[in-house]
């Protein structure tokens, strides 16, 4: 790789490990809080991939990792990391997601561990975050992470309750939602009904929406948690991705009581083609595509 050194990454990793878990929930800003063991977690995947791209074993540094962790149990003070050493380390994971970037294969865990971890530090009190340059590395991060999953061939649905005057919210779905049952359990429905009791129904804007440019259903996958992590993280930039376009929008009416219609769906005036055959009373589902 040549733009950073394993080992001494991996001590400064590992100083970092110990420093937070001896002060446990201590010097952290807000809510920006995790388990140790889940610190841990992303560091050993850090360290693990990091071994990989340089074309090293990553046992030696997995082990001492551990031992420092178990020897830190005992001790009565905590090496301090210097500002040059926490720079350090946040160029060595920022150099280290460029690299996932440029590699073939799904690297969407590991940028996500990577970003969960530079947020962990950007919440870090006693860490000058500004001088180390955590911020602007998170967001190219996440940059790259949000990228590699608009680039998927993924199906995923965006459901916008509640009408141009009403209240009411964005949810993303994993697939292709078109039916009210399944809008009638998401979380930003159940708030709806919470918070507006009177209300009898709601309507939604069901839009099925595909990555990796893709405008037709063939060799597409449904989102998996991974993808809708980020979709749901990142929201309406998401759908402002180039590669992100939407397929099919569906227009439902949910009764928060009682049995479930569907008011209409719309086609494309470009939609050079339509179902010929079925009930006709049944609703039409049209198709459009955004160029």
């Excluded at 610190?39 to 340089?54: F, K, P, S, T």
């Excluded at 996932?100 to 590991?110: T, V």
């Excluded at 993924?154 to 916008?160: A, G």
């Excluded at 009682?258 to 209409?264: D, I």
Aim: proline share 6%.
């Amino acid at each position: 790789m040549g733009k950073f050194n394993t080992a001494r990454v991996a001590n400064v990793l590992a100083t970092y490990a110990v420093r937070r878990l001896m002060g446990h929930g201590q010097g952290r800003l807000g809510d920006g809080f995790c388990q140790p063991e889940t610190r841990h977690e992303w560091i050993r995947d850090i360290l693990q991939g990091m071994a990989e791209v340089c074309g090293q074993n990553p046992a030696p540094f997995l082990q001492s990792f551990d031992q420092r962790l178990e020897t830190a149990c005992g001790a009565s003070a905590v090496e301090v990391l210097t500002p040059d050493s926490q720079r350090h380390m946040i160029q060595s994971l920022g150099w280290y997601a460029s690299a996932l970037g440029r590699m073939e294969g799904d690297q969407r865990a590991r940028l996500s561990a990577v970003k969960k971890l530079l947020e962990d530090v950007s919440a870090y009190l006693p860490w000058d975050v500004g001088a180390t340059g955590v911020y602007p590395a998170r967001d190219e991060v996440e940059q790259a992470l949000l990228c590699a999953v608009a680039q998927r061939p993924i199906r995923f649905t965006r459901v916008l309750l509640g009408g141009e005057r009403d209240p009411g919210g964005v949810e993303f779905l994993p697939g292709m939602v078109n039916d009210v049952e399944t809008v009638r359990r998401t979380q930003e429905f159940q708030r709806l009904t919470l918070e507006y009791p009177k209300r009898e129904e709601w309507p939604a804007l069901c839009m099925v929406c595909m990555g990796g440019g893709r405008q037709s259903d063939a060799h597409t996958i449904d989102a998996d948690g991974l993808d809708m992590a980020v979709i749901r993280e990142c929201g309406e930039r998401f759908m402002e991705r180039p590669e992100v376009r939407p397929v099919w929008m569906h227009e439902l009416t949910i009764p928060v009581q009682g049995q479930n219609r569907v008011v209409k769906t719309a086609p494309e005036e470009a939609a050079e083609s339509s179902p010929s055959c079925g009930d006709p009373d049944e609703p039409t589902q049209w198709e459009f595509h955004v160029l």
